[in-house]
């Protein structure tokens, strides 16, 4: 005998199913990261691996999950549904621990960063690995230097170079060596601005997409605890709401006496 009502499994199911999405989608996003990051030679990124590794796990449990749920509503197996409400509490709780802080923390990245930037000034001095670094950042993002071209001092390289013909805003400078003085036509804009733009773009999307997930998980503890109750209460009959009625048709607690008139 069916212990949960019908519609509420359905929606439970439906959930479900729209959780493993999430959870696939999210594996997708860690698989293209992990592809576009070694076309561009990024593979070496600080950070890189554990962030995949992060995407990966996160995905996985995900599905796992929804997978419990719907296998739990299916079978009204109360151990799955029990163990499905523990992990709904748990991920809530660390997406919350993770969700406020990030949100706390995002107007100080610009400062940082910029911080971190400016320890590899001046780029022309800098380590090999920097170098490269900066010409692929300034190549894919038509860009010179990081808050300006001067970051080069006088040995601009030809990643900055602007050809008139490009659709970028381009600027003349005049570069001065020890044995002549020339002209080079470099983008006008720093990389700084571009690189933070497309930082608070993602930090935006990883605190809406963490927040989103604690949604979901409070949704799925909702729905879960329901179940659980009504599998503990099987023949406990629905309770609705008793408007209290006001005006009945029930006689008076009292009567008027009408006497008769006395006789003449």
Known sequence: MAQI??????????????????????IGLALLSQIVTNAEGGGN????????????????????IAILGAYGAHKESKVSLIVFLV??????LMMLRAGIPAAIARPQLEG????????LLPLDKASDEVQEMADSMQLS???????????????????CQCTPVED?????????????RNSKSIYSKPCF????????????????????????ALLGMMLSSIMIHQMRHPNRSV??????????????????LNNPPPPY
């Open 5 to 26: 009502n019908c519609c509420l499994k359905r929606i439970f199911t439906v959930f479900n199913i729209f959780f493993a999405i999430v959870g696939g989608v999210i």
């Open 45 to 64: 990124l600080e950070g890189r691996t554990t962030g995949l590794i992060g995407l990966y796990v996160l995905g996985s449990a995900t599905m796992v």
């Open 87 to 92: 992990c709904m509490v748990i991920g809530s």
């Open 112 to 119: 940082v960063l910029e911080e971190k930037f400016r320890q």
């Open 141 to 159: 993002l038509h860009c010179c230097g990081l808050f300006s071209y001067t970051d080069w001092e006088d040995n601009i390289p030809d990643s």
């Open 168 to 180: 970028y805003e381009c600027r003349m400078v005049r570069l001065t060596d020890l044995y002549r």
């Open 193 to 216: 601005p571009i690189i933070m733009r497309y930082v608070h773009l993602g930090a935006d999307i990883l605190i809406g997409v963490v927040f989103f997930l604690a949604a979901l």
């Open 239 to 256: 309770v609705l709401l008793n408007v209290p009625t006001i005006f009945s048709a029930a006689p008076p607690k009292y009567q008027e």
